[in-house]
């Protein structure tokens, strides 16, 4: 799979997801946003959401449940615009935000 063919499941999955959640955003990072993907490689996805509470430990199971319908490649991450945490930061960064 290249970098367009994960951005278009990622377009995929931000629809799906968007159904079933709040969502502030949804980025594509990790490999296919550095550029140092394989064929095999996971499709990582950073689910931004207003809020993290008890929620999560619904929506968590419900994102990996939605992915099935898509790939199973996609490496689904729940998350917080929460500036200290550094995965975040790096995603910000270096992640490609799905429109």
């Known amino acids: 799979m290249d970098k367009e063919q994960?951005?278009?499941l990622a377009k995929r999955y931000k629809e799906m997801v968007a159904e079933k959640l709040s969502l502030k955003a949804l980025?594509?990072?990790g490999s296919y946003s550095k550029g140092n993907y394989r064929a095999d490689s996971?499709?990582?996805i950073a689910v931004i959401v207003e809020r993290l509470?008890?929620?999560y430990f619904k929506d968590t199971p419900l994102l990996w449940k939605l992915r099935r319908k898509i790939s199973?490649?996609?490496e689904p991450v729940l998350?917080?615009?929460d500036m200290d945490n550094p995965l975040y930061c790096d995603i910000r960064k270096t992640g490609i935000l799905i429109q």
């Open 6 to 8: 994960a951005i278009n």
């Open 79 to 81: 998350l917080t615009e």
């Open 27 to 29: 980025y594509l990072y």
């Open 72 to 74: 199973n490649l996609i």
């Open 53 to 55: 509470d008890d929620d």
């Open 42 to 44: 996971d499709i990582d």
